[in-house]
């Protein structure tokens, strides 16, 4: 492979439509900032100006670390996608499946209006992917084991559309696996459900509602630019002030506001925390929790702290073994010696 | 000024012409006339190709096919088998060609066997060894024998209750047991070596042509290309075998089609088929038809004088690369009919369907998977597990309006059907079938594949690997 090839492929993210850091996003995000500062907040346009091309945010510590390790995630992705089970593999496991059973048979629908099961497809690629976004999120949190590897990303404490990257590669692995099984299900159910007229409504070859998601600034989640949402849309879609607040290191966020695009599933398992125009927002980990702090601490730290959970874990069950064993010493179960 | 110009117009075209002319024979990329090598020949002879028993053959089997048709239920039964077995085994009698026939304008030269060449059967030239994908563990023969007494009973070929359609099995059986069988397991395999038919004697005493001319020629006889075929395009080839394309195929302006050398017969058929269909993306005609010219060149270039091991081992190379492409050609056809029948099954279980209408073409395109899968069994590698595999997805028959199959023959030819499969299950055997010819012949074409959709959106939806994450 040639140098510039590898260039390009580095920075191919930028001018994909499937990635959120697509330029035309990240265009569209700023002119949201821009109207979002100067038309809501009635900020001048040059202090709105500073604000977003804050220097103290995009050359912080944090944001040249993120910066670092968007290239080098890069290489490890180049290495690591090739081995990684494919949503075609899954796509077929499950076609196969479905074919023994006999409730529904292959093709059964395909008759079906093609412009409602276009739209049901697209609709539900999009719902099947923001779901399993939020479970794995959400077991990112709650799981020590998998925190581990999460903690990476919630140590920036400032945020620019970069820090989307700022992830530990296992974590890249565990999502990739999740959009293969997402995407599996549901294309391999659509097919053998509908036939050939499942198809995906577009544009610039994204999924429209993929699209849209990214159109409204998805940018600007990780950016210090608050765009808080009316009350009863904030149940529906995650705004940027509503997952800012989940990288908040006040108590009162933690756990809050795992949803990618969709803010229906923390209303519906208690994790939704509205935004708080108000208040000053932390970023970072807080002083309860270390975190890492340089470029080799992102990749090797999270092993160290599985080892020290792992090891934590043995110590309480040896532990919980020997009380078992004090609690009925051997002697008494038989009765007292003579 | 201007009879000046005319005048040396006239002069520069009456030039230009025969030059041009030169230049094309000079270059001709057809299979023949090849020029008579044969050291010490005394004959009057120019050309040494021949190749008509071939062609022969290919006019029995589909005319065999047609006759596969035209049983009544049984009234007709004993003369209908009698004639199709003169044309399976032979007879004395010179039989009329039954097809291909002359279609519209597409005037066909030939309207009786012996005008291509008298004498030839097929049953002489059928595989022979033993047919696992038939119930009774019969021998190739024996298969091929007992098809042809099941359609002689049959009405219009089609023995409905157990799911066979006759002509497609006879036919498509055939143009793997003789044609494919013939060409890679005898002319393009043994009678390839060294003291087999050396190219410093004649084939046989009196003949035109040397032993390994005409040992290549009858290899390319089987494959049933046209001559001119180099000069062809997929669409061309496949224009000429449905009889549509009387240009294309009357390639010397007589106004009729050669069957000798103008025609397109089912092996190279199918090999265009697959080319011009499907993903697109394959040239199983013209590389079959390129290593066959290659080779002929190569024999016609020693001059009459025994092959030295290096061109016999390139001729052996251009061997290899045909049966290797044809095969593939066979496993695509294999693929594609195993995709039609799973269509088939939808289409059968549709609310609306009219299901007598649709099981006739799902028993058709089952006939045409079972042949083809019989063909690609009877080549000179045995595809041993891969054989066994594939018999056990397809099963002896199609799963059939009750769901039973037939499991087994009795002794006196009758079927027995003594299992069940739910369509859903067949289906999924049916995907295994297509997934097989990709893992094993890696086939390309895949016409009707089954899984390309779901390939398509998950091409659609992008590589997740490097996924976001929040």
Redesign the interface.
């Given at each position: 492979m040639e140098y510039t090839e590898i260039f390009n492929d580095f920075l191919s993210d930028f001018i994909d439509p499937k990635k959120r850091i697509f330029v035309g996003y990240l265009g569209l995000s700023l002119i949201i900032a821009y109207v979002w500062l100067v038309a809501v907040r009635r900020s001048a346009l040059k202090t709105a100006h500073a604000q977003i091309f804050n220097h103290k945010v995009f050359f912080s510590k944090s944001a040249r670390i993120d910066y670092k390790l968007f290239f080098i995630n890069r290489a490890f992705s180049l290495l690591v996608s090739p081995l990684l089970i494919t949503q075609i593999a899954i796509a077929t496991f499950i076609f196969y499946a479905l074919h023994r059973q006999n409730i529904v048979h292959s093709g059964q629908f395909s008759d079906a209006n093609k412009t409602f099961v276009v739209a049901l497809f697209s609709l539900s690629m999009f719902i099947a992917d923001d779901f399993t976004k939020y479970f794995l999120h959400r077991w990112m949190h709650r799981w020590p084991v998998l925190w581990a590897f999460h903690k990476v990303h919630h140590s920036a404490e400032t945020m620019t559309p970069i820090t989307v990257y700022r992830v530990h590669p296992a974590e890249g692995i565990l999502y990739g696996l999740r959009s293969a099984v997402a995407q599996g299900i549901v294309i391999s159910t659509f097919i053998f459900a509908f036939g050939n007229i499942v198809d995906l409504y577009t544009i610039v070859g994204v999924n429209i509602l993929v699209f849209f998601f990214h159109m409204a600034g998805s940018n600007l989640r990780h950016s210090h630019i608050s765009i808080g949402y009316w009350k009863f849309l904030e149940h529906i879609f995650i705004s940027p002030a509503q997952h800012q607040l989940h990288h908040s290191v006040a108590n009162e966020h933690h756990d809050k506001n795992f949803g990618a695009a969709l803010a229906i599933w923390d209303w519906l398992f208690g994790s939704l925390h509205l935004s708080e125009a108000e208040k000053d927002i932390t970023y970072g980990l807080g002083l309860t929790e270390s975190g890492p702090k340089t470029i080799g601490d992102m990749y090797i730290k999270p092993f160290l702290d599985i080892y020290g959970i792992l090891t934590l874990n043995i110590k309480k069950v040896r532990k919980l073994l020997f009380l078992s064993s004090n609690e009925k010493p051997f002697s008494n179960r038989f009765g007292p010696k003579l | 000024m201007l009879k000046n110009i005319l005048k040396y117009s006239t002069i520069m075209g009456a030039l230009v012409l025969p030059i041009s002319l030169v230049h094309a024979g000079g270059h001709s990329t057809g299979y023949g006339p090849f020029p008579v090598t044969l050291q010490g020949y005394s004959g009057d002879k120019d050309n040494s190709v021949s190749y008509s028993g071939q062609v022969a053959r290919h006019v029995l089997h589909d005319s065999l096919k047609v006759l596969a048709g035209r049983g009544d239920g049984g009234a007709n039964s004993a003369t209908l088998k009698a004639e199709m077995l003169s044309y399976f085994s032979g007879s004395d009698k010179n039989k009329a060609i039954l097809a291909p026939v002359t279609k519209g304008a597409f005037v066909i030269k030939q309207g009786t066997l012996n005008e291509i060449s008298s004498g030839k059967n097929i049953e002489g030239k059928f595989y022979n060894g033993a047919m696992m994908a038939w119930p009774g563990s019969m021998k190739g023969r024996e298969v091929a024998l007992h098809m042809i007494d099941r359609a002689s009973i049959a009405n219009k070929g089609v023995d409905a209750e157990n799911g066979y359609n006759w002509p497609q099995l006879i036919s498509k059986f055939t143009m793997g047991a003789m044609a494919y069988s013939q060409a890679v397991d005898n002319y393009l395999d043994e009678k390839l070596e060294a003291n087999t038919k050396p190219n410093n004697k004649p084939y046989k005493d009196g003949k035109p042509y040397t032993g390994k001319e005409h040992v290549w020629d009858e290899g390319f006889g089987y494959f049933g290309a046209a001559a001119h075929t180099l000069s062809l395009t997929a669409d061309q080839a496949y224009g000429i075998a449905k009889r549509k394309d009387m240009a294309s195929a009357d390639v010397n302006g007589d106004g009729v089609v050669d069957l000798k050398s103008e025609m397109v017969f089912g092996p190279a058929y199918y090999a265009a088929a697959f080319d011009r269909s499907g993903t697109k993306s394959t040239s199983y005609l013209q590389t079959i038809m390129q290593a066959y010219f290659d080779g002929r060149q190569l024999i016609t270039s020693a001059k009459g004088a025994v092959l030295t091991n290096a061109q016999r081992s390139s001729l052996k190379a251009h061997a290899s690369t045909i049966e290797s492409k044809w095969e593939q050609v066979l496993a695509e056809a294999v693929f594609k009919y195993a995709g039609s029948a799973?269509?088939d099954?939808?289409k059968m279980?549709?609310d609306d369907a009219d299901v007598a209408k649709e099981y006739k073409g799902y028993v058709k395109h089952w006939g045409e998977l079972k042949g083809f899968s019989m063909a690609l069994q009877s080549g000179r590698n045995n595809l041993g597990e891969t054989a066994g595999t594939m018999n056990d997805l397809i099963l002896f028959g199609p799963v059939t309006l009750d769901n039973s199959y037939v499991t087994d023959v009795t002794s006196s030819g009758d079927f027995k059907r003594e299992k069940r499969m739910?369509?859903?299950?067949y289906?999924?055997q049916l995907?295994?079938v297509q997934q097989l010819m990709v893992d094993k012949f890696s086939v390309a074409s895949r016409v009707n594949d089954q899984?390309a959709?779901?390939?398509a959106?998950?091409e659609?939806?992008?590589?997740?690997?490097?996924?976001?994450?929040?």
């Open positions: - | 799973y269509k099954i939808n279980q549709e739910t369509w859903n299950d289906q999924l995907l295994k899984l959709d779901l390939g959106l998950a659609m939806l992008g590589d997740q690997s490097n996924a976001e994450t929040d």
